[in-house]
C-alpha cells in the first residue's frame, strides 16, 4: 500500500520540500557571483574581512551602458529574480524605474526575447514603485522587485541598459536558478512585450500584444495609463486573436475592468485628470493557450464616458505582457 497517498502526504503545494530528490543543482547569479560558478560566491572582501559584503551590488551604471547580469549555459531553469535600485538620481533624473531597461536572450538569440523598463517588467508603471502582491510578482518595501515565472533555458543572458539620463549607483539584484542534465523536449521560453502610447486615439483599438507565432501561451497583462479628463476608462473589450482569426477574436472580456478582475472601477473612484491606474493580470493557471499565433488588441469604446452625454476618454498607456513559446 501506498502509504502516501492514504496519508494524503505527497498532494500539498509544500510537501515537495520533505520529498528526497536528486534533480538539479542550485545555482545563484549576482555581483557577489557573477558567473555562478559553484564554490566562486563572496570571495571578495571588505573592511569588514573576508567574505564580507566585499561585492554586494554594481556599483555605478553610468549613463548610456549596458552590464550583463546573467551568462551561464544551461540545460537550467531560473526559479527566482529579485532586484533593487533608487528611482531617481537627482531632481532632473526621477525616471530611473522607466530607463532601465531589461533584455533576456535565450539559447544564443541576437534578438531579445524580454526587452522592458524594470519598472514595468514588475508591475510598477510611470516609474513609480507601488507594492504588488501576487504568486508570480511580488514588489515590497522599499523597492523590493521579485519575479517568480520559471524560465527554462539552454543558455542565459540578461542584459541591463541605463537609458537615464544619469548614472545610476548601488544596483543589487540576484537570479536563482537550477540546472539540469536537459529539460522535457516541450519546455517553452519567456518572452515579454513593452509598448507605450503617448495618447490613444478614438475608435481605433490600442494593441496589448501582437506578432507572437508558435505554439505557446500567454500568461499575463500589465496596463498602466493616464486617464487625461474625468472620465471613466474602463469598458474596452480585450479582444484575443488566436491561431488565425481574422475578423472576429476567439476570447473576449466584457471591459477592461472585468479583464483585471474588477467591476465598474468607476464607483469605486472617479478618474480625475490624470489620474493614474495601474493594473495587471497574471494568470499562470488559466493561460490563453494557441499553436500558431496571438493577437491581443483592447478595443477603445466611442462614448465610454459616465456622464449622460458621454464621450471618449484620452488615456497615455504602457504596459507589458508576459508569454511563452
Not at 531597461?101 to 531579445?112: K, Q, V
Not at 519575479?147 to 539552454?154: D, K, L, N, S
Not at 462614448?303 to 498607456?317: N, S, Y
Amino acid at each position: 500500500m501506498n502509504t502516501m497517498a492514504t496519508s494524503g502526504f505527497g498532494n500539498g503545494a509544500l510537501d515537495s520540500l520533505a520529498i528526497a530528490t536528486d534533480h538539479g543543482r542550485t545555482r545563484c547569479v549576482n555581483a557577489e557571483n557573477p558567473t555562478g560558478g559553484k564554490g566562486t560566491a563572496a570571495t571578495a572582501a571588505s573592511a569588514l574581512g573576508p567574505s564580507r559584503k566585499g561585492s554586494p551590488c554594481i556599483q555605478t551604471i553610468k549613463a548610456g551602458d549596458s552590464v550583463t547580469l546573467m551568462d551561464v549555459d544551461g540545460p537550467g531553469v531560473i526559479r527566482h529574480i529579485w532586484m533593487t535600485v533608487t528611482d531617481r538620481t537627482s531632481p532632473t533624473g526621477p525616471n530611473v524605474l522607466r530607463n532601465l531597461i531589461l533584455e533576456f536572450y535565450w539559447d544564443g538569440e541576437e534578438t531579445p526575447s524580454v526587452q522592458c523598463p524594470i519598472g514595468d517588467f514588475f508591475c510598477c508603471g510611470h516609474a513609480q514603485a507601488c507594492r504588488i502582491n501576487s504568486i508570480p510578482i511580488m514588489v515590497v518595501p522599499n523597492r523590493g522587485f521579485n519575479c517568480y515565472f520559471a524560465m527554462p533555458f539552454e543558455h542565459a543572458r540578461i542584459v541591463l541598459r541605463n537609458d537615464h539620463n544619469e548614472d545610476v549607483p548601488a544596483f543589487f539584484y540576484q537570479i536563482d536558478y537550477t540546472e539540469y542534465d536537459a529539460l522535457p523536449a516541450d519546455a517553452m521560453r519567456f518572452h515579454a512585450q513593452w509598448r507605450r502610447e503617448r495618447v490613444t486615439e478614438i475608435a481605433r483599438d490600442y494593441t496589448i500584444l501582437d506578432n507572437v507565432h508558435g505554439h505557446g501561451a500567454y500568461i499575463g497583462t500589465y496596463l498602466a495609463l493616464t486617464a487625461l479628463e474625468s472620465r471613466w476608462w474602463g469598458e474596452g473589450e480585450v479582444k484575443m486573436y488566436i491561431d488565425g482569426d481574422e475578423q472576429y477574436p476567439t476570447w473576449c472580456s466584457t471591459g477592461a475592468e472585468d479583464y483585471f478582475g474588477g467591476v465598474e472601477l468607476r464607483r469605486l473612484r472617479r478618474a480625475w485628470p490624470h489620474a493614474r491606474e495601474h493594473v495587471h493580470r497574471t494568470v499562470p493557471g488559466i493561460p490563453v493557450l494557441f499553436a500558431a499565433s496571438c493577437r491581443a488588441p483592447r478595443k477603445r469604446l466611442l462614448g465610454c464616458g459616465h456622464t449622460r452625454h458621454a464621450r471618449p476618454v484620452p488615456l497615455a498607456h504602457s504596459g507589458s505582457d508576459l508569454f511563452r513559446f
